[in-house]
């Protein structure tokens, strides 16, 4: 099965001539995949075999490989699976010299080693009990030795199996489960773990084991190519880190995708996630069928009883004792059996295009998964939709994605049989694409799918919920293609939307809600919703009322698709906010003027004591939604502070905040004219919107204490982050890319717009305020955004006299504070 030198087996049979002919074997690159773990398999054979024979072994004892070595299956740092078989006519001591004589070479090249020493009763009787033991047993084979020793032993233990199928298969799905639950869906991992996560390796195997009990089959199309991929990409991540490990981090990712000649780490884990959603989703057919048998099986004692006599007297007859098989109907065509959606015996789907899409509709609208015998049918012979879709497909689509979380297994059922993207083409671009954010769950297409369940709870809230799932279902559809996802998404879900059915009106709001679906969240936490210029410029762009409705649930929608830490009160706070002020803009009102507003009750009095103290004010204001538990961005409370002004205001006040380990959502700065019989000169007043990292807020009047400190000079601030930063050090990681700062055409007539994206951490803001105030520029607000470890904070800043910086002037600015913050 090998090409390699005689001399590597029978030269040298000891550890040095095999380390050498292991060695080449795995650098030779005219070798890989299959034949190289063959290869690998027969070498480690010829030579374990050589340590058993020159042990002078007596008769009746065997050396078996099991698991993945006795399926001939080795990856280049591969435990080797062992088991000396022994039929216990020969003494321990013996036995025991013998195991040494074989162990300890395999230990002394650093191999690792799963070993043990059994008789065939110790095997079938450890097998019994724990069935890690059962599975890799049943692919034991014989290395050296007593092979018939061997081959009763299998035939014993295969004999058990499937005696013990209908106690042992539960077990065997809970452990499948619990697995899956400990370590993630391998097909939307950004690490995936290849052997242990659900759709890996170690699910490879239970169907294996399944079909061995002959209780039921996995689904074979596209399986043996899925494990070879999986074992492939194993390989390679063996050889690029030489390391026993299968984790393909993140940073291992270029090495392995080069060692398997992939263009790149995403083409490596769409080769890997297409692998595992295949396993995958065999594994839920085989699942379902096993416990269906097992659950008729289990019912057939009690129907006995039932039919009592009866039985006996009808025996002759065919389908006596059996329950007649009931077919409820759902739609045209489509009935639900035995648990499970097929076609109807009338159903034709050769003569009805509309077939798959009324079938999957009726599986989620039941909750039920659609069988794989209907969606191979309807794969094989359906016939094709006309194009534009007639009326009754566009329905069928609107109710499969409007069924909720039921709508997920229903289109995964479709995807495997290739169904998605004959009726979607476009679909094939974003099918298993990883997304690199780690703020994001799913791969892109299962994140369409998730915000379409996510929509499917809103769509009380808008007039076209057709328009909105169809919206949701292919706003990100553009991510398969290079630039703008959203501008490329406008013209992809412009084309579907017409190919599908939808009238002109109704397909260019489709498309301006795809163009314009991050527009409302980056609007409302990135820029100054008191400036008349981001509310009419959101206007502009969304046009309708009926656009602003469906952007609005599907800003929501695709930010609960997306992760935890996407949407939270504080956000969905700030987006509806902006939402009511877009729709009165549209509705014909003028925007306020924010120069015009008089400053509140509560900060007229705060600036009031300022002036008349010389010296700090502040207060708290509880907000009454924020920090409920669980919440992963709080709402947080308002901080005002209201001091005579001076320099230093706005780092100083940030590294408090730090200190105290208060995260800043927004702030306002606002000079106030006070009349002058109160005194001279104008006072600040800044308005805040903070949240707690952790635990209760600070006491008002120690944020007081030390803001006057950092203003006096008595509190280093840098000093004391730095020392916090040293105390805790951050855990080595993947280097985070440089800080980016940039201008950002807002069209404020208020303000010059400056956004800065960088690594999140303690004390940006101040550093981000020092800057600001070596460059003499006021800071007119600032608000803040975070996802993940990354933060979006973005600045209005003004000349001293409240005046816009030149373009220049801002192109300069941004790149000093840029240069501050590396």
């Avoid at 010299?97 to 450890?126: F, I, K, M, N, Q």
């Avoid at 050090?729 to 303000?751: E, K, M």
């Amino acid at each position: 099965m090998t090409s390699l030198d005689e001399s590597d087996t029978t030269e040298d049979p000891g550890p040095s001539g095999y380390a050498a002919a292991r060695l080449r074997l795995l650098t030779e690159k005219a070798q890989s995949g299959p034949p190289r773990r063959t290869a690998l398999a027969r070498l480690t054979d010829d030579w374990l075999a050589g340590l058993f024979d020159a042990a002078a072994p007596p008769r009746g004892v065997a050396l078996v490989a099991v698991g993945g070595y006795g399926r001939g299956e080795l990856s280049p740092r591969s435990d080797l699976d062992l088991l000396l078989l022994h039929d216990g006519s020969t003494d321990a001591g013996t036995v025991a010299t013998l195991a040494d004589r074989v162990w300890y070479p395999v230990w002394d090249l650093g191999l690792a080693l799963d070993h043990s020493v059994r008789t065939p009763a110790e095997a079938r009787r450890t097998a019994s009990e724990d069935l890690k033991v059962q599975l890799g047993l049943l692919d034991a084979r014989t290395v050296a030795g007593d092979g018939g020793l061997v081959a009763t032993l299998r035939t014993a233990v295969l004999a058990d199996w499937r005696n013990q199928a209908i106690r042992r298969l539960p077990e065997l799905d809970a452990l499948c489960r619990e697995r899956a639950e400990r370590s993630g869906e391998l097909q939307y991992l950004l690490e995936p773990d290849l052997k242990e996560a659900r759709g890996g390796l170690r699910d490879a195997q239970a169907l294996r084991a399944v079909a061995a009990s002959w209780l039921a089959d996995a689904p074979r199309e596209g399986l043996d190519d899925a494990r070879r991929r999986l074992l492939d990409a194993r390989d390679a991540l063996h050889l690029a880190t030489g390391r026993a490990t299968d984790r393909l981090a993140l940073q291992e990712q270029d090495a392995v995708a080069a060692e398997l000649g992939l263009l790149d780490a995403d083409t490596l884990l769409r080769e890997v996630y297409e692998a595992a959603r295949t396993i995958s989703y065999a594994s839920d057919v085989t699942w379902r069928e096993v416990n269906r048998v097992l659950k008729a099986r289990s019912a057939r004692p009690r129907l006995r009883g039932l039919l009592g006599g009866r039985g006996r007297a009808g025996a002759g007859r065919p389908g006596a004792g059996k329950p007649p098989v009931e077919r409820t109907p759902l739609a045209e065509g489509v009935v639900e059996m035995d648990g499970e959606v097929v076609l109807a015996l009338s159903a034709r789907p050769e003569r009805d295009p509309v077939l798959p899409l009324r079938a999957a509709a009726a599986a989620a609208q039941a909750g039920l998964p659609l069988s794989l015998h209907a969606v191979r049918r309807l794969a094989a012979t359906a016939k094709p939709l006309p194009v534009p879709w007639p009326a009754e497909a566009r329905e069928e689509l609107v109710t499969l994605l409007g069924a909720g979380e039921s709508t997920v297994p229903v289109w995964e059922a479709l995807e495997a049989e290739g169904l998605v993207t004959r009726l979607l083409p476009d679909w094939e671009r974003v099918r298993c694409r990883p997304q690199r954010n780690p703020v994001h769950t799913w791969t892109v297409d299962r994140h369409l799918v998730e915000t379409a369940v996510r929509a499917a709870s809103l769509t009380r809230r808008v007039h076209r919920p057709d328009l909105l799932l169809v919206a949701a279902l292919l706003h990100d559809i553009g991510k398969g293609w290079p630039g703008d996802h959203s501008v490329a998404g406008e013209t992809i879900a412009h084309d579907v939307a017409t190919r599908i059915g939808f009238d002109r009106a109704d397909v260019a709001v489709v498309a301006t809600v795809v163009r314009h679906h991050l527009l409302l969240v980056e609007a409302a936490t990135r820029r100054d919703l008191d400036d008349p210029a981001t509310v009419q410029t959101v206007a502009a762009a969304v046009g309708t009322t009926g656009a602003l409705e469906l952007l609005h649930a599907l800003t929501e929608a695709d930010a609960l698709a997306t992760g935890p830490a996407a949407w939270s009160s504080w956000r969905a706070s700030l987006v509806a906010d902006l939402v009511k002020r877009v729709a009165g803009v549209l509705a014909g009102e003028e925007p306020p003027d924010p120069e015009a507003a008089a400053p509140s009750a509560e900060q007229e009095r705060l600036a009031i004591e300022a002036l008349r103290t010389g010296e700090p004010v502040l207060t708290l204001h509880t907000d009454p939604l924020a920090d409920a538990p669980g919440e992963p961005e709080p709402v947080g409370v308002e901080l005002l502070v209201a001091l005579p002004e001076r320099p230093g205001v706005l780092p100083a006040v940030a590294g408090v905040l730090a200190l105290h380990r208060l995260t800043v959502r927004a702030a306002e700065l606002r000079a106030v004219a006070l009349p002058c019989e109160l005194g001279d000169g104008p006072v600040l007043v800044l308005d805040w919107r903070v949240a707690a990292e952790y635990g209760s807020l600070p006491e008002a009047h120690r944020l007081r204490a030390d803001l006057v400190r950092a203003l006096d000079g008595s509190l280093d601030i840098p000093a004391r982050l730095a020392e916090r930063d040293a105390a805790y050090p951050r855990r080595r990681g993947v280097t985070a890319p440089p800080p980016q700062v940039t201008v950002a055409p807002a069209d404020s007539r208020l303000a010059t717009v400056l956004e800065v994206r960088a690594q999140d951490a303690p004390g940006l803001l101040h550093r981000i305020g020092r800057a600001l105030e070596g460059a003499e520029v006021r800071v007119r607000s600032a608000h803040v955004s975070t996802l993940g470890a990354n933060a979006v904070d973005t600045l209005y800043v003004t000349r001293p006299d409240g005046s816009l910086l030149a373009p220049e002037e801002a192109a300069g600015l941004a790149k000093t504070l840029e240069e501050a913050l590396r």
